[in-house]
């Protein structure tokens, strides 16, 4: 049989209250996967992280970290599929930096007393 090349990136940030990090990893309708894949050839699954659906009955699962896991059967394929899931979980650990420093939005007034757009 063919041999199977694996690799493992771990993404090192929790999702949070409007912050979704599967979501950024997974790109708008799984685009960073599909890029990967198509770039490369190889598989790219995420795994680990809180379950999609918290019903309470995955409570093992919830607690494994979140990770990239990248297999395939051509060894340079995998390592550079792992090259690019590296960039991305950088680019989802700078996101969420600016996240973090970024004060939350102020909650908006429903409407402005102080328009003067007309004269008296």
């Keep these: 049989g063919r041999r199977t ?3 493992t990136v771990f993404v090192g940030v929790e999702s949070e ?3 979704n990090v599967r979501a950024k990893i997974i790109g708008t309708g799984g685009e960073n996967m599909k890029f990967i894949q198509y770039a490369t050839g190889v598989h790219v699954k995420v795994r ?3 379950p999609p659906h918290h019903d309470g ?3 093992p699962e919830s607690s494994e970290p979140m990770s990239l896991f990248i297999s395939g059967n051509n060894e340079e394929a995998v390592k ?8 991305l ?8 930096e600016e996240f ?3 004060p939350p939005p102020p909650p908006r007034p429903s409407h402005s007393h ?3 757009d007309h004269g008296p």
């Design 89 to 96: 979980v950088t680019t989802v650990r700078e996101d969420y």
């Design 48 to 50: 680990g992280g809180p």
């Design 57 to 59: 009955g995955f409570a």
């Design 80 to 87: 550079k599929a792992k090259e690019y899931c590296e960039d």
């Design 114 to 116: 102080h328009r003067r």
């Design 100 to 102: 973090k420093r970024l």
């Design 5 to 7: 090349f694996q690799e």
């Design 17 to 19: 209250r409007g912050f």
